[in-house]
């Protein structure tokens, strides 16, 4: 029990995990008006309630925890501080178009899909667009793509919070439903995938950036990949660009670390290259022992004599 002896204030209670939608033993401060005779401020179960035995139903910002809830908003009715204005109309400069955008669209399939939430939707973000298309989208919400990297935060543990704040657009639930166990499951394969979808902007933001860029990539057998999905992997890597491309064997480094599903043979490397050469890498390194730095720059540089002297003999 904290004593509430002025008018103006700071209170710690127990705040949202930073990561999470519930709350943990992380403490923030809480700005809150309390009339000088109020007797008491609780903290109990999240929930804050104030004594107020001569203060004026007006002169409290929250209601007693034990008023009951009511009204069509979650959280409880409408108080003193609560409801719309009607003289208030919203400025013209924070009105914004709905979001559009084809990484837009992505990013939000593939949360629907894993039954995902963000703090971005949930909250109603204005910036949504313009996030989540990597810049673009921007302050008018256009159909604009960005040259960036989209961005979205995902939300643990559900879409509903503990916290009942007055001034934030997420629901609120004293006890909302069971967290979903595939959660984590769900929450890692969104971010692989976003995470190689991030890698192959990267790549091709460093080629559009320079003329005459050389960019090159990697990739890691005996993890349990498909022939399918490393041809799919070379395509995507071609489609922005890359021009070097190292394929080696994964050797697990100590047994806490990933178990290694399949020791590739020598001569499946070998298809690899000439694969790989055959779609447009202009210098393709691939053999059991190769490393993502494997001899790159004299292989490359002997890749681009071949080239030249293919180019004269033909001219």
Known sequence: MAMASSSLGFLSIPSINIHGSRR???????????????????????????STANAKPWEVLFEKKDAKAGGPYPGGKMGVYTGRDPTKKK?????????QGERYQELKSSLSSLK???????????????????????????????????????MLLGDTCTR???????????????????????????IASWGYDQSLLVLKHAKAFKGGMVTKSSIMLGLGESDEEIKQTMHDLRAVGVDILTLG??????????????????????????????????YVASGPLVRSSYRAGEFFIESMLREQKAVESAS
């Open 164 to 190: 009942g704040c007055r001034f934030c657009a997420v629901k609120t639930s004293r006890n909302p439903a069971p967290p979903d166990p595939m959660e984590p499951e769900n929450t890692a394969k969104a």
């Open 91 to 99: 400025a013209e400069w924070l009105r914004q178009r709905a979001p």
């Open 24 to 50: 943990t033993s992380v403490r923030s401060p809480l700005f809150c008006t309390v009339k000088a005779n109020a007797e008491a401020v609780d903290v109990e179960n999240n929930e804050l309630s104030v």
């Open 249 to 282: 064997q994964y050797l697990q480094p100590t047994p806490l670390h990933l178990t290694v599903k399949e020791y590739v043979a020598p001569e499946k490397f070998t298809f690899w290259k000439e694969y790989g050469e055959s779609i447009g890498f202009r």
């Open 116 to 154: 995902l939430h963000t703090v971005c939707e949930e909250a109603q973000c204005p910036n949504i667009g313009e996030c989540w298309n990597g810049g673009g989208g921007g302050a008018a919400g256009g159909k604009r793509e960005g040259d960036g990297i989209g961005t979205a935060t995902i």
